[in-house]
């Protein structure tokens, strides 16, 4: 019986028009419509407070514009990212690492399970002090908290999606010829547990640009140590400013990864 594949269209190309076309336009409208509303409020906000406590959206605008103009908002961004990368990239990929290792062997899920209970609730902030102690004020010391955060949500991401892995799933991939633990952990274990390593990484990008601050809380200049100067000399528009590059920054990581998780996830 012939079987008709006319159908079975390549998703993951297409024209700049089918790009657009499957924006939603009345989602679109809407979220438009949530900025315009937040603003607003914002502005009505302001006007009942001092410059000082809550500038109005069109100062912060005009403070933006003067931080970008200066350079000395790239010079915090570049900072920012010469830690934030190798943070995130080792963080991530270290817990990725050890959340298949450990859900994969209950030898190294007992060995690992009492020093894993007693790290985990540490927050990356308390490790300030062996951040310089290891490291010094510089970008490793800050990489290094960074780090410390993006691991633990990959870790218990990709160990829960390992252990949920079906042991049908690893029957038949043996039954087929699929021998040894390396083997497997390739073409089954990792394949089917992609989805929540990938909502892992996800959200650890997230999470490391909100480390950013912390990670600079010691003296490392970035966008952290820039609204950390700004708070102390009561300049709102600055941090308001710096805080919008964060959120800039994490938005444009987001939707690039988001992408790549669509290509990655096709098969479902």
């Not at 993951?12 to 939603?24: K, N, R």
């Not at 409208?29 to 937040?38: D, P, Q």
């Not at 990356?124 to 310089?132: E, H, K, R, S």
């Amino acid at each position: 019986m012939a079987i008709d594949v006319t159908e079975d269209v390549d998703h993951t190309t297409g024209t700049p028009g089918d790009v657009l076309a499957d924006i939603d336009g009345r989602r679109a409208l809407r979220g438009l419509g949530g900025v315009l509303v937040f603003l607003l409020v914002w502005t009505g906000a302001s006007l009942t407070q001092p410059s000082y406590v809550l500038p109005t959206p069109f100062a912060v605008a005009e403070t933006s514009y003067a931080q970008a103009a200066s350079g000395e908002l790239f010079v915090a961004l570049g900072n920012s990212v010469l830690h934030w990368v190798p943070g995130a990239v080792f963080g991530t990929g270290l817990g990725i690492a050890a959340g298949i290792a450990l859900a994969w062997s209950p030898y190294l899920d007992d060995v690992s399970s009492p020093v894993v209970r007693v790290l985990r609730p540490v927050p990356p902030l308390a490790l300030v002090g062996f951040a310089i102690a290891w490291f010094g004020i510089n970008h490793a010391g800050a990489a290094f908290i960074i780090a410390v955060g993006a691991f633990w949500i990959n870790f218990y991401a990709t160990y829960g999606g390992v252990e949920g892995v079906s042991e049908d799933l690893l029957d038949v991939a043996r039954s087929l010829g699929v021998q040894g633990d390396l083997d497997l952990i390739r073409t089954v274990v990792v394949p089917a547990s992609l989805p929540e390593i990938t909502t892992g990484i996800r959200t650890g990008i997230g999470r490391c640009w909100m480390l950013v601050v912390a990670s600079e809380i010691f003296g490392v200049p970035g966008i952290g140590r820039r609204i950390l100067r700004a708070s102390n000399n009561l300049q709102v528009d600055v941090v308001i400013t710096y805080i919008l590059v964060l959120s800039l920054m994490f938005l444009l990581v987001d939707v690039a990864f988001r992408a790549l998780q669509r290509r990655a996830l096709a098969w479902r």
